[in-house]
């Protein structure tokens, strides 16, 4: 069982100088570039790496154990990738040099989106994306385009009920309307898609399976309707761990998809970066795919721009290409093994669920789940518990709390995710610590966390009036 470190840490303005200011040369800079003072800390290499040191271990990460965050996966990230992004041959390069001398890492991006063609059944992509949301906004910019030359004004999106909170986000900054339908027994109502279709129905986002952990049975008669109705079937890949090897969205029937490298192939994840969010179309859609795009040229490859129908850059330069070096490297290393990833997740999700009290936690629709499942902690309601003062709990037992709250469709919701990494010691540990909070005193609940460096904080207070350095920091004292 993890537990974290308490240490009294002050910030690092707070520390006492290791150096006096006095003792550093002067540097012969123009007098327009010097400032008569420079507000930062004066600290010694020992200082700095204790203050960075104590702060890992008053935290909790992927490395430190099971992190089940339900559609937000955290999978265990192989230390070869981050070994071959650090090498000098890769962190010297720089996106100004001519493609001759580039060849090697052009020939990598050139087979990686071969390789995410055949894991997903699309005819193109582009690696450029710098995240999953701006792959969705990219896919969005797509769509918009085609509709354009095809003469179409199409207005409206729409995305079912239980869609990741960034589809809506993403069609809005593209500039269409949202229109959200409900769903029906954890899948698409497909009374309410046909009803929502109309010819100003530029594209409906899905994903397969749903945030419910739920294979959408229908997604061919989806597919057709969609198609019918002139739009275009759009993937949102973020849960593509399920079906990695055992099915493709192409064959489904989409028409763009998006993935998250962060979550799928085992590249780093949270704290706000780095990410890639590559988007694949199908035939119709290369011609709007962004610019620049690594081509064959000959025997070796180039940049290619010349695509007037190109929706353009999205991005600076090329992309995040050592995280895409670390996903060439995953794919590399699991080759067919990428259908043992899903196959694993998906039974680690239902053995996980297996374990859980049934009395505590309900599961809203019948049936096994894929890759996650979402469970409502509604039957604690009457003792006075909710799912975040189990999730506060959790951290007290040593494990990192699942989503909570997600989909909206599900009272008192726990996602949980625990993906392929974990062993059956880790989950059963991690069922164990839900049920055990589960019959633990509402009392002790909720004043959880006790045993963390910061209690429970005030989450209102903290949304509203967000201190994020230390300047507001002073402002307020």
Not at 41 to 66: A, K
Not at 311 to 318: D, L, M, N, Q
Not at 429 to 437: K, M, P, Q, T
């Amino acid at each position: 069982m993890y537990r974290m470190a308490s240490y009294d840490e002050p910030l690092l303005s707070e520390l006492p100088a290791s150096r006096d200011t006095d003792d550093i040369d002067e540097l012969p800079l123009p007098g327009d570039l010097r400032r008569d003072r420079l507000d930062i800390p004066r600290l010694d290499e020992r200082t700095l790496v204790r203050h960075y040191i104590h702060l890992s271990q008053m935290n909790y990460g992927v490395d430190t154990g099971i992190y089940p965050l339900g559609s937000c996966t955290m999978k265990y990230n192989p230390r070869l990738g981050e070994r071959l992004a650090a090498r000098h041959r890769m962190t010297l390069l720089h996106p100004h040099q001519d493609a001759s001398t580039v060849q090697g890492i052009l020939e990598i991006l050139y087979h990686l989106k071969e390789q995410l063609c055949a894991i997903t059944g699309m005819h193109a992509f582009s690696l450029q994306p710098a995240a999953g949301a701006h792959g969705e906004f990219t896919g969005m910019l797509i769509a918009r385009a085609y509709h354009e030359q095809q003469g179409e004004q199409r207005s409206e999106v729409i995305l079912p009920d239980s869609a990741h909170g960034t589809n809506p986000a993403s069609a809005k900054m593209a500039g269409f309307d949202v229109v959200e339908i409900p769903s029906r027994e954890g899948h698409v109502d497909l009374d309410a898609l046909r009803e929502a279709l109309s010819e100003d129905t530029a594209a409906f986002m899905l994903t397969n399976p749903n945030t419910l952990g739920v294979f959408e049975r229908d997604i061919l008669e989806i597919a057709a309707m969609v198609k019918e109705a002139g739009a275009l079937l759009y993937y949102d890949g973020a849960n593509l761990n399920a079906i990695m090897g055992k099915a493709r969205p192409g064959d489904m029937g989409f028409d763009i998809v998006h993935l998250n490298p962060h979550k799928t192939f085992a590249t780093p994840h949270g704290g706000g970066g780095p990410g890639a969010g590559p988007v694949g179309v199908t035939a119709e859609l290369e011609p709007y795919l962004p610019v620049p795009r690594v081509a064959r040229d000959g025997d070796g490859y180039t940049w290619s721009y010349d695509h007037p129908r190109s929706i353009g850059r999205v991005s600076h330069f090329h992309g995040n290409v050592p995280v895409l070096l670390k996903t060439y490297a995953y794919l590399l290393r699991m080759g067919a093994g990428l259908q043992q990833v899903a196959e694993q997740a998906v039974l680690n999700a239902n053995y996980l669920l297996s374990r859980l009290d049934d009395g505590a936690y309900t599961l809203p629709y019948p049936g096994r789940r894929m890759h996650e499942f979402v469970v409502s902690a509604e039957p604690l309601k009457d003792k006075g518990i909710r799912a975040l003062d189990i999730a506060k709990r959790l951290l007290d037992h040593g494990f990192h709390p699942p989503t909570m709250y997600f989909p909206l469709t599900v009272p008192e919701a726990l996602m949980i995710e625990p993906t392929e990494s974990e062993s059956r010691a880790s989950l059963d540990a991690y069922a164990e610590g839900l049920n055990a909070v589960a019959v633990e005193e509402p009392e002790v609940l909720q004043r959880a966390p006790q045993l963390t460096p910061v209690k429970r904080i005030d989450e209102a207070k903290a949304a509203r009036t967000p201190l994020l350095t230390w300047h507001d920091l002073e402002g307020q004292q």
